[in-house]
């Protein structure tokens, strides 16, 4: 793909781009937006460094991609319930997407991607892995692809948001009554907008697959989720004050990592809104 009014340049051999020549805050063209759309879909992930970004300017950018979904159970940026925090305070032992996962596949529609801008960083430490899970299906054997291609999974928010715990992590969570979302969606999806197919199951959210039971399912997940995290699959950003991230969570796993005890790391997200999954 070439592209004439952004730069694009590719942070690894799986996926994941950075994106120069833009300026978030002072408005992006049309001919700039069409070209970055094709780098989401060319690398499921993109990554703008150096922005300053107003609430009201997140929000603006976000909208260019859809609807916003408002979390249930993040806490809010104060006067801003389109963004929720992504906070972890010296004082506390744990991160909030401390493991791979992708956002609201719980969902019916789940969303179709996230929006995280970076306001504090430790020293070092905080990066973010990402993982293809076009790759990640491309990669099983013909045997293997031919089974899972009829299948369907169960994911839930019921066991992550829905449980009282004494912990640091669970105490920035809110409103457990509202984990109440069950979805069922192929374990292979054909991508909304690029069409390729993509593995669908997740260790944050997916329980088993349809018409199994939990133990039954339990080897071919454990499985799956060994064999999608495979290091040539993914990539891993470094933050900085100012980096924006924008994963598309049809076709992607993350992994924040949690390795900058007693530093503060505070960024913003927002979730766009996405369409039902087939």
């Not at 793909?1 to 694009?8: D, H, P, S």
């Not at 929720?84 to 789940?110: C, F, M, Q």
């Not at 409103?175 to 969606?185: F, I």
Request: net charge negative; glycine share 10%.
């Amino acid at each position: 793909m070439t592209y004439q009014t952004i730069e694009v340049q590719p942070i690894s051999g799986a996926l994941g781009a950075e994106i120069h020549g833009v300026d978030i805050a002072s408005g992006i063209s049309g001919e700039q937006f069409t070209e970055m759309r094709q780098a989401f879909g060319e690398y499921g992930v993109i990554f703008f460094r150096d922005q300053e970004l107003s609430p009201e300017q997140h929000i603006g950018f976000a909208e260019r991609w859809g609807e916003i979904n408002i979390n249930r159970f993040f806490t809010p940026v104060d006067g801003y319930p389109m963004i929720a925090e992504v906070r972890k305070e010296p004082h506390h032992e744990k991160n909030i997407g401390g493991g791979w996962h992708t956002d609201h596949s719980y969902d019916l529609a789940p969303a179709l991607g996230s929006i995280l801008y970076a306001h504090e960083v430790p020293e070092s430490g905080g990066d973010t892995m990402f993982a293809s899970m076009y790759l990640a299906y491309e990669a099983l054997s013909d045997g293997l692809k031919q089974t899972l291609e009829g299948m369907r999974a169960v994911h839930s928010s019921r066991h992550v948001f829905g449980m009282r715990r004494e912990t640091d992590l669970d105490k920035r969570f809110h409103n457990p009554e509202l984990a109440t979302q069950d979805a069922v969606h192929p374990v292979v999806i054909r991508h909304p907008d690029t069409g390729r197919k993509a593995l669908y199951v997740n260790a944050g959210f997916t329980l088993r697959f349809e018409g199994w039971t939990e133990e039954e399912s339990q080897p071919l997940l454990s499985y799956l989720y060994q064999h999608a995290a495979r290091p040539e699959f993914t990539c891993r950003f470094r933050w900085q004050k100012g980096s924006v991230a924008f994963w598309d969570n049809r076709s992607t796993w993350h992994y924040a990592l949690n390795d900058y005890p007693g530093q503060r790391r505070l960024m913003h997200r927002i979730t766009v809104e996405g369409v039902p999954l087939g």
